[in-house]
């Protein structure tokens, strides 16, 4: 066995300049040795063993190597690297069940969308240009709020057929005022066009329940901006109705 002393390192490495000094692993190294080569900052290998810096080295290597969750769930903790199939996403990374109510809100405002569509599409068969263009507001209305939900973003103040919220509420609250009609008791004599408008409207009700059940807490409802919106979006509808039985909306041929 040989021995490494600080007098062979210095006569060894007297006017070089290294990094590294190696050595086999069966000699022995003196104290003051290791202590010169600290002083001069060469890092002393081992033949067949690691180096302080490559075990560094590997250690971020495999730190950065490993798999970092992307998502995390929102209730019962818990983190995931892909997301589970009966699981979506709140908002960011946040999971939550696909059952969670503002997930089944935002299922029902889809679905009012779609529906908005399909009364487009019937109304532009029978000529009401008026319609589909109004109808185009409430569903330019619809993304807003889905916008505003999944985005957690302040909704501003609604104005849609040229009315703002408190003339939307007024109109539908006062037909004998602005339409010289009573309240509509919805009928089949009222026509296909006004019969479809119903069901958005009922579809409407649906979101609003939905929108409360998702945004109810301890303390009361969240999201205000959102449920308002939502109630102005249902009177909007009911304007439409009233509109269309009154003669409002002419065929365009």
Known sequence: MSVLTETSLRVELRNKKVSQY???????????????????????????????????????????????????????????????EYMTQLHGNKLVLKDHPRIAMRGKLDSLQSKIMEVQVSASKQKYMGIVKDLEEALTLCRSIMRAEVLNEALPEVEILDLDEKKLREM??????????????????????AILLNSIRS??????????KAFKTEEGVDRVDIIRALNRLSSCIYIMMLRQITGYYKEER
């Open 172 to 193: 539908s609250h006062n037909p004998q005022k602005y339409f010289n009609t009573k309240h509509i008791l919805p009928s089949w004599e009222m026509g296909e066009t």
């Open 203 to 212: 579809a409407m009700r649906e979101v609003e329940i939905a929108a409360v």
């Open 22 to 84: 190696f050595v086999e692993p069966d000699v022995k190294i003196t104290p003051s040795a290791r202590q010169y080569l600290k002083e001069r900052e060469i890092e002393l290998v081992v033949r067949g063993r690691e180096s302080a810096k490559a075990a560094e080295d590997k250690t971020e290597k495999e730190q950065k190597e490993c798999i970092t969750p992307k998502y995390s769930a929102v209730f019962g903790g818990g983190y995931f690297t892909d997301k589970p």
